[in-house]
């Protein structure tokens, strides 16, 4: 699954620095992630880091994008252009 920010976002500016993938912006309100882009920093990290250092717990997984572990990982691999 990615992962979403929910509209308790406080706007903190913590989280967008630290994904990997260039998955997280700024958008009309608050922050948000782009699906297409998010692996939950399979590839990168052991646990996604922008729930690592948010502040008030506003980014769970996103429940209208399933993706299995391989998905993600694939999805990194695509993104990075790495080898698998």
Do not use: W
């Amino acid at each position: 699954m990615a992962l979403m920010i929910t509209d308790e976002c406080i706007n903190c500016d913590v989280c967008e620095p630290e994904c990997p993938n260039g998955a997280i912006y700024q958008g009309e309100e608050i922050y948000e992630i782009d699906p297409n882009k998010c692996t939950e920093c399979v590839g990168h990290f052991d646990e996604p880091q922008c729930q690592q250092v948010c502040p008030v717990d506003c980014i769970p997984l996103n429940p209208d994008v399933v993706e299995s572990h391989d998905e993600l990982m694939e999805k990194f691999v695509r993104l990075t252009n790495q080898p698998a």
